[in-house]
Every structure is written in C-alpha cells, then in structure tokens.
C-alpha cells in the first residue's frame, strides 16, 4: 500500500507542476495576445490618419500648386503646343475604309 500511496504522490506532484506550467503559459499568451490587440489599434489609428493625409495632399489645387512651384510645369497654350505628323499619315487608306 506505500508504494500505491507513493505513485499517487508522485503523480499529484507531477499534475500539479504541469498545471503551473500551462496556467503560467495561458497568462503569458493571453499577456502577447493583448499586446498584440493594442498594437493593431495603433496601426488601425495611424492608417486612418495617413489615409487622412494622403486625402488632403491630393487635392487638385494642391497638386496644381505643387507643379507649378516646384516642377516649374505651366498650362498648355497653342504657343507651346508641338504637334508631330506622320509622313506617311496623309496617303495610307483609312482603317475601315474599302479599297
């Protein structure tokens, strides 16, 4: 009967010591698991203030005023304007056209 006594022993210390074990696991992963939900809030945060930036930026006042100051671009005027022709434009028959 001791040694069935001892066996018993041995096997509460042994169950014991594992559910230490998996309760300490079980608060360290739900301790990363809120870790990590308050990081997704943050990044959640700072995409919908980006978004918010990328937004505004792109204004076609702003993007205007943009090309204008630091491309030096201006608007298209027939005194500007270069158009290319084709040499051989003139005398090829029309796409569609019958022969």
Partial sequence: MTRFNLLLL?????SSV?????SHESRRLFAELDKARSEERLLDSEFERLKSDKQSQATPLRVEKMAREKLAMRNATPAVTQ??????AASAPAAGGAK
């Fill in 10 to 14: 041995a096997a509460l210390l042994l």
């Fill in 83 to 88: 158009y290319v022709t084709y040499p051989g």
């Fill in 18 to 22: 594992y559910l230490v074990r998996v």
